[in-house]
T-cell receptor, first 114, second 111 residues
């Protein structure tokens, strides 16, 4: 059964700690994306990757880091430098990095930092 | 001006009603358009792509008006299960890989 998985579903951390969110896909998609969603707002792009071992900053990359060592995996680290890390984090993938290709989302991770 | 603008709603309609949402986009060079549906506290799910000629999928019809730079979504014979937030999505013209998501229009279908 193909799809995108994110874990954990809920994550709680203390301020000052780094935390890594997992994203795995078995759709054989080339491109993967990380978004953040805050209440009442649209999705904002954090990082994206078109191919293994390559990734680009999105619109709000400060305080985040990623890696793309395998086609299937695109983990996101929320560092202590991120000022307002509490949010709903969504991972997506698409066939390739073309705008005509739809993006498909994982179930998301709700991160709460106190 | 926002790159993608939607009326946040909520649109509160009775079951069986027809409801339409519009979404405006700022860059006339945009080429790809989508409607996604997002249920409360869930991930967005692709509802349909929007083609220049318009497209229909069951009770859902999407239209593109390039001259006025808006896309629309029409839902006929609304069901309770249609209650959700509908996100308008447009590609970012300065990059082939980015999509811009509107903040969404909330639909509530009442019995």
């Amino acid at each position: 059964d193909g799809g995108i998985t994110q874990s954990p579903k809920y994550l709680f951390r203390k301020e000052g700690q780094n935390v890594t969110l997992s994203c795995e896909q078995n759709l054989n998609h080339d491109a993967m994306y990380w978004y953040r969603q805050d209440p009442g707002q649209g999705l904002r792009l954090i990082y994206y990757s078109q191919i293994v071992n390559d990734f680009q900053k999105g619109d709000i990359a400060e305080g985040y880091s990623v890696s793309r060592e395998k086609k299937e995996s695109f983990p996101l680290t929320v560092t202590s430098a991120q000022k307002n890390p509490t949010a709903f984090y969504l991972c997506a993938s698409s066939m390739s990095g073309r705008p005509s290709y739809e993006q498909y989302f994982g179930p998301g991770t709700r991160l709460t930092v106190t | 001006r926002k790159e993608v603008e939607q009326d946040p709603g909520p649109f509160n309609v009775p079951e069986g009603a027809t409801v339409a949402f519009n979404c405006t986009y700022s860059n006339s060079a945009s080429q790809s358009f989508f409607w996604y549906r997002q249920d409360c506290r869930k991930e967005p799910k692709l509802l349909m792509s929007v083609y220049s000629s318009g497209n229909e999928d069951g009770r859902f019809t999407a239209q593109l008006n390039r001259a006025s730079q808006y896309i629309s979504l029409l839902i006929r014979d609304s069901k309770l299960s249609d209650s959700a937030t509908y996100l308008c999505v447009v590609n970012k013209v300065d990059s082939s890989y980015k999509l811009i998501f509107g903040s969404g229009t909330r639909l509530l279908v009442r019995p």
